[in-house]
């Protein structure tokens, strides 16, 4: 169920110079919502267009986003107070799909590791945390994912942080020492595409979860198309969680 809904925000955390994390009274919105699900934030009145940004947690009736600036929308959302109220449409996209059985590998690159805290929390048989960040000053939510009983490992590209490298060096060694029953991921898409070529023969399932520009959101305007199986997809209704063998990532 789809709603639209002026929802308060009750806190906001400065996670980096440019990462901001709000907490947002969502009422039934964020009773709806499951991990890998996004919310689309109208951002000013001068923006015709809302900004998805992924649910990156929900406790009861409240929502979790966490946004890095970016350009314009992302700006004008950095500079709101707690109480201000914003206009969110969501729960929007297909999320994850979460296994019965078996522990879970998550997989993050940069602003992209918000949503699998929803995805690990949510999970019943545990699941361990691969992230990689390009420096350890813009690593973000390890502290979230290590309180929620999730063991993170990280990888920095300049090795501030963690081991350095990139993260499918870390994913390789997590499936080397331990069985996971599925991968899901998200980040931008060279980190992606990587990815795939490493889980291609590991035999184990892997759901990305891709990012396009949007306009509409809800299908209809078709701004959002990947190739998935030979076929545009929208992201915004058929995705944003694709499997991963069946995106073309050449297209
Ligand atoms: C399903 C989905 C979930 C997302 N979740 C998050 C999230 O949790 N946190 C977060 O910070 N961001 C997230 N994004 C990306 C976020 O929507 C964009 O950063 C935002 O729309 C940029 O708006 P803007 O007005 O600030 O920038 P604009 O002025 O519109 O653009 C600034 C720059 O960002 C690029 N950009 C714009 N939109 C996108 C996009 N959709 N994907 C990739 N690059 C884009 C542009 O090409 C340009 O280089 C998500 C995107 C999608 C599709
Ligand atoms: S944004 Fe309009 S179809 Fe996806």
């Known amino acids: 169920?789809?709603?639209?809904?002026?929802?308060?925000?009750?806190?906001?955390?400065?996670?980096?110079?440019?990462?901001?994390?709000?907490?947002?009274?969502?009422?039934?919105?964020?009773?709806?919502?499951?991990?890998?699900q996004f919310v689309h934030v109208k951002c000013g009145e001068g923006l015709?267009?809302?900004?998805?940004?992924?649910?990156?947690?929900?406790?009861?009736?409240?929502?979790?986003?966490?946004?890095q600036v970016r350009g314009v929308g992302t700006q004008w959302l950095s500079e709101r107070t707690t109480g201000e109220v914003l206009d969110v449409l969501g729960p929007l996209g297909n999320g994850f799909q979460l296994p019965e059985t078996g522990k879970v590998l998550l997989v993050g690159g940069g602003i992209g590791?918000?949503?699998?805290l929803f995805a690990g929390r949510a999970t019943s048989n545990g699941a361990t945390a691969a992230l990689g960040f390009r420096t350890g000053g813009g690593a973000i939510l390890t502290e979230d994912f290590e309180q929620a009983e999730?063991?993170?490992?990280i990888a920095s590209e300049d090795g501030t942080v963690g081991t350095q490298g990139t993260v499918?060096?870390?994913?390789?060694r997590c499936l080397k020492e331990e069985d996971y029953s599925v991968v899901l991921a998200c980040g931008p898409t060279p980190m992606l595409r990587a990815l795939?070529?490493?889980?291609?023969?590991?035999?184990v399932p892997c759901q990305v979860s891709l990012e396009e520009r949007m306009a509409c959101g809800i299908g209809a305007c078709l701004t959002c198309s990947c190739k998935v199986k030979?076929?545009?997809?929208r992201v915004c209704k058929d995705g944003p969680v694709f499997r991963c063998e069946e995106v073309d990532w050449d297209a």
């Open 1 to 36: 169920m789809t709603v639209q809904k002026h929802c308060k925000i009750i806190e906001i955390r400065t996670l980096t110079s440019d990462i901001f994390s709000f907490l947002l009274d969502a009422g039934a919105l964020a009773e709806a919502a499951r991990p890998g």
């Open 48 to 67: 015709l267009l809302r900004r998805p940004i992924s649910i990156c947690d929900v406790r009861e009736d409240k929502l979790r986003i966490v946004f």
């Open 196 to 203: 795939s070529q490493v889980i291609e023969g590991e035999g």
């Open 113 to 116: 590791s918000a949503p699998l």
């Open 168 to 172: 499918d060096q870390v994913v390789q």
């Open 150 to 153: 999730i063991p993170v490992q």
């Open 230 to 233: 030979g076929h545009y997809m």
